[in-house]
């Protein structure tokens, strides 16, 4: 152990003994930081999105820069047969290596904490994701550190040696992108599509760390650090040797568990999630709502047999999900996944349940072809039945299948009203969405003052009846009767929901002024 700390040690002093290694991590500090910058206050949110979108092409050529010189340069002086006759193991040289390699690089990536940093200052960040994303640029950079190791010991030269990294590295992330994907059938699309660090590591990026992603990057890790063992033990071992031979072999099934664990691991189950509200974990709101169920619900996925490209990953992300639900819902949840392109049968029922086939663009054998594919939802709870068309994207994925149960299993709906007579938000004008959702699961009227008392409201029912009040940013003042009103409503076990709009906008003139009447005092 003593050794590998020696040579680690003489590894990173040779980084910083010269000024090519400060020059690296000032430029590759200050491009990030640049490009981060330049895009970051568009956003509107305070989020690292600009600054990963950009690192994974940034790291693909300052990590081949860095590493190029670790074993080409042994080599070109002619000191790697002198480590190869000391009492050293060739794993703890190239482990070594690896080790001050990555922290080198991994140098540079703390140096972008002052991104995060600065945007805490402006915003409320997600330090959980910021965790987890960070988690995730430290696989890809040991993946790309791997890579480099690899190339530096297949030849003396250092420029070469950069040269095939960056090629190696580019290769992998671009067979990812969809002008590759797109090109290919969809189920060699989909598994290209898997081998890409981009795809991996993008979903690592949103805050949650998966455990599929995890054996992806040290399954890389290990096959090029196992072809960099074999490259390295071979200069000492004839080629002719059953030693070789076997060193090949054993190598060689290496290679192939870790590109079968890497690549084929999909199935295998478990992660964390980081982010703040734990946005990828089912919420207390969905497991209260499944542990009220008095009878089964039964939710069919009608997806593809062989997606289109375009939704592979969506479709793996939404049956992740759905298993997710399921297991939480202790066999209250059946989920059944249904293939409508494979029979005719099942195209009719997933167009009882009003999921469609959507259109995708395909390029083959140079043609322009549309492809249909599905990816609906759709819920039966007793005689009610409830769909999701098409699923774009998880991301609110959970409310909207829970809506759609909590209004199948709902046995009376709740009464809700909109007060206006203030200059608030009028339920059929400027709450038509805000309207339309509550509809679905509720039943929903005006309601006005007339001094004290409240008149009826359209849908026949009056303060005494209702569960919830509304009041949508009032603009006028509300005369101190009606709030006694809402204080008499609220004691005995009434709810409201209050917005409030501190400023008033005229679109016409462009102009914006306080709003006096916004009921922060009585909020306080």
Not at 40 to 48: H, I, P
Not at 100 to 107: D, I, P, R
Not at 480 to 493: K, M, N, S, Y
């Amino acid at each position: 152990m003593t050794s590998f700390f020696t040579l680690v040690r003489k590894d990173l002093k040779s980084y910083f003994d010269q000024p090519t290694g400060y020059i690296l991590l000032v430029i590759f500090t200050g491009i990030v930081s640049f490009l981060f910058f330049r895009t970051a206050l568009t956003t509107q949110e305070a989020s690292l999105r600009p600054l990963l979108d950009t690192l994974p092409w940034m790291l693909a050529i300052f990590v081949p820069a860095a590493t190029m010189r670790l074993i080409s340069e042994e080599q070109r002086d002619g000191t790697l047969e002198l480590l190869m006759t000391q009492p050293l193991k060739i794993w703890t040289v190239l482990a070594s290596k690896f080790v001050s390699g990555l922290t080198f690089v991994v140098t540079g990536i703390v140096l972008t904490v002052s991104v995060p940093l600065a945007l805490q200052s402006a915003g409320d960040l997600d330090q959980g994701a910021i965790v987890a994303q960070y988690i995730g640029t430290l696989f890809l950079t040991a993946s790309f550190v791997s890579i480099g190791l690899f190339t530096s010991g297949l030849t003396r030269n250092q420029i070469v040696s950069f040269i095939v990294a960056l090629s190696i590295i580019a290769f992998l992330m671009i067979c990812g992108m969809p002008l590759i994907t797109l090109v290919l059938p969809s189920g060699l699309g989909v598994l290209v599509q898997d081998l890409s660090p981009l795809t991996h590591f993008a979903a690592i990026s949103r805050g949650v760390l998966d455990l599929r992603d995890v054996l992806y990057f040290v399954a890389l890790v290990s096959t090029f650090m196992s072809a960099t063992y074999l490259m390295v033990r071979g200069k000492s071992v004839s080629r002719r040797s059953p030693l070789y031979r076997n060193l090949q072999l054993g190598v060689a099934g290496l290679v192939i568990l870790s590109v079968v664990v890497g690549w084929f691991g999909r199935s295998i189950e478990g992660r964390l999630d980081f982010t703040e509200n734990d946005l990828y974990t089912l919420t207390p709101a969905t497991e209260e709502l499944l542990a009220s169920l008095d009878d089964v619900v039964t939710i069919k996925l009608f997806v593809s047999k062989d997606p289109p490209v375009q939704v592979a990953l969506t479709t793996r992300e939404v049956e992740h999900f759905l298993e997710d639900l399921e297991a939480a819902s202790k066999g209250m949840v059946r989920v059944v996944k249904r293939f409508p392109d494979e029979s005719q049968e099942v195209a009719d029922e997933a167009r009882r349940y009003n999921v469609p086939p959507v259109e995708f663009n395909v390029e083959s054998d140079g043609e322009l072809r549309i492809k249909l594919g599905y990816l609906g939802i759709g819920m039966t709870y007793t005689k009610h039945m409830e769909s999701i068309q098409f699923v774009q994207s998880t991301d609110g994925l959970e409310y909207r299948v829970g809506a759609n149960i909590f209004r199948m299993v709902q046995k009376k709906p709740k009464k809700l009203a909109i007060l206006y007579g203030h200059g608030e938000k009028r339920r059929d004008a400027m709450l038509q969405s805000f309207r339309d959702q509550l509809e679905r699961h509720h039943e929903v009227g005006e309601i006005t003052n007339d001094g004290i008392d409240f008149n009826l409201a359209p849908g026949g029912f009056n303060v005494g009846q209702i569960d919830t009040l509304v009041v949508a940013g009032p603009t006028e003042f509300i005369e101190t009767p009606v709030l006694e009103q809402i204080d008499e409503f609220l004691a005995i076990g009434g709810k409201a929901l209050i917005m409030v709009d501190p400023v008033l906008v005229d679109n016409s003139n462009l102009t914006a002024e306080r709003n006096q009447s916004t009921l922060n005092d009585y909020l306080n």
